[in-house]
């Protein structure tokens, strides 16, 4: 196989990984949020359009035909392109790849909130038609003390530009990120913003803090406290029982989340979903430790998997080895565990 003969970033959404990638930017604009190692050590750039417009050509020749529906522009945000330039790689992305359907990229509600709403449509009409937006939460308290860089308002008014211009929209809500401290203004502001908003997809990650960074200081200085796997299903159930004015996808898609089987659509799969977070939640202390564990090292990947009496024993005499060796507080032993994943 031929090298790959254009740029590649390091991420992309999980929804893309059959997309074709172009790499517009490279790193992320604000790399300042003190959860995030991902852009560590990259100084943000946006990359000249004649190399972008090369790599798409580059990627056709390299594909020899094959035709993609999708493309994800890399790396943390296309809008902060000049305007003219962004129209001018999707003008020459549809000339290459003509089938494609759908182009993305995540934006930061600081940037798009720069542009005006006639090029925000201007940008949806050449093909950007989908925006990934790291809203992460709707509480003031808590973007400023993650250091988010943006704020309920301005996601609220990038939102509205991305909708009237007629993108689709999919928002990453990030469980456990105000801590004991700031959960309850984490859970009903954020409830309040999605509710305005009404995005297309509203995904959930569940926060583990990774070691080195900002937020991990924070950990050990006192200055926050991470839910346990418990609080965070419980952060979960008021957050989906509080979304009332959402129509759209709501998805738990990545392994980091306890529930995977919360996947549907709102609000129609409520009731369901609701139902599935009770019968976790009246399981016995030590099953709900079981489901934990199974889920933490790859034997469940959903409740109804604790029926097999061969993974829940596997599982409990694990659990049980745990508690008997007396180092750690089960939920420190989770917190490690939800660590190893990112
Ligand atoms: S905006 Fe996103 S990519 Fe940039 S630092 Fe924050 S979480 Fe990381």
Redesign the pocket.
Known sequence: MPSIQFQQGPIRPPSEADSLLIRTTQG??????R?????DGMDFSIRPVEDIKRDIWAAKAFYKGRKFDTCFLQD??SFAMDTQDLLDVLNTLKQAFPELKQISS?G?AQTMTKKSPEEMKAICDAGLNMLYC?M?SGSIDVLQKMK???TPKSILKSAEYAKQAGMKMMTFIILGLGGKELSDQHVNETAALLNQIDPDEIRILSLAVKPGTELDSMVEDGNFTPLTELEMVEEQRKLISLLESVNGNYGNYHSINLLMELNGKLPEDKPQFLATIDRYLALQPEQQQNFILGRRVHYYSQLDDMSNQLYFDTVQRELNKIEQSGTANIDDIFYQLRQRMI
Request: proline share 5%.
């Open positions: 992320c604009p604000w790399n300042k949020c959860f995030c190692t991902l852009f943390g945000d995540y930061r790291g992460e988010k860089g943006i």
